[in-house]
């Protein structure tokens, strides 16, 4: 069975602090690691990793995956209130079509 | 060009009652995938649809079952509520020869039994 562990459970930092957020997996047949934010209700994408792509960026937000360790790290720099949302992680089995196993999440509180 | 709708967005029922919920996948979408979210915890998959059949199903009782129509939209139906099964239910959609990350999340039904 799948299983995605998140750490830490919750975080409450100040504007302009640097965060890592951590994720480790088992998986029997990796295909992807993906991250979400979800703020109210719907999860939105973030970063997708995968074997040929194990570090991605995006402004703010930078994500590395660790295929070795089985563990990926959600970096957020210079945070905002906006940022504040809980942040998923979730892996995508080769076997199991576009089914997603997800992470219990990491519920991140930026302070102005 | 409307996303992934969901009704109701919120619902209350009483223990042993039965339940239906509604997604509609974003246009050119044809799977269909359930979630089922508790306060506090990651969505668990419950299972997909595509084609009119269930493809895959997570680790859920077969009180929880389900059906796509032949326009793709979906229904989960939860027969027997328990209070354990209050929660924010997530309907996801995707297409024929999309990645994973091109699947869109629904904004979600909350249920609460009491």
């Known amino acids: 069975e799948d299983k995605v562990v998140q750490s830490p459970l919750s975080l409450v930092v100040h504007e302009g602090d640097t965060v890592t957020l951590n994720c480790s997996y088992e998986v029997t047949n990796f295909r992807s690691l993906l991250w979400y934010k979800q703020e109210k209700k719907a999860p939105t994408f973030l970063f997708m990793l995968t074997s040929s792509g194990i570090e991605k960026k995006s402004g703010r937000l930078s994500s590395i995956l660790d295929k070795k360790e089985l563990f990926s790290i959600l970096n957020i720099t210079a945070t905002q209130t906006g940022d504040s949302a809980v942040y998923l992680c979730?892996?995508?089995?080769?076997?199991?079509?576009?089914?997603?196993?997800f992470g219990g999440g990491t519920r991140l509180m930026v302070k102005p | 060009d409307a996303g992934v709708t969901q009704s109701p967005t919120h619902l209350i029922k009483t223990r042993g009652q039965q339940v239906t919920l509604r997604c509609s996948p974003k246009s050119g979408h044809d799977t269909v995938s359930w979630y089922q979210q508790a306060l506090g915890q990651g969505p668990q998959f419950i299972f997909q649809?595509?084609?009119?059949?269930?493809?895959q199903r997570g680790n859920f009782p077969d009180r929880f079952s389900g059906h796509q129509f032949p326009n793709y939209s979906s229904e989960l139906n939860v027969n027997a509520l328990l209070l354990g099964d209050s929660a924010l239910y997530l309907c996801?959609?995707?297409?024929?020869?999309?990645?994973?990350?091109?699947?869109?999340f629904g904004p979600g039904t909350r249920l609460t039994v009491t």
């Open positions: 979730a892996v995508e089995n080769n076997n199991a079509g576009n089914m997603l196993t």
């Open positions: 649809y595509y084609e009119e059949e269930e493809r």
């Open positions: 996801a959609s995707s297409g024929k020869g999309t990645q994973v990350y091109e699947q869109y």
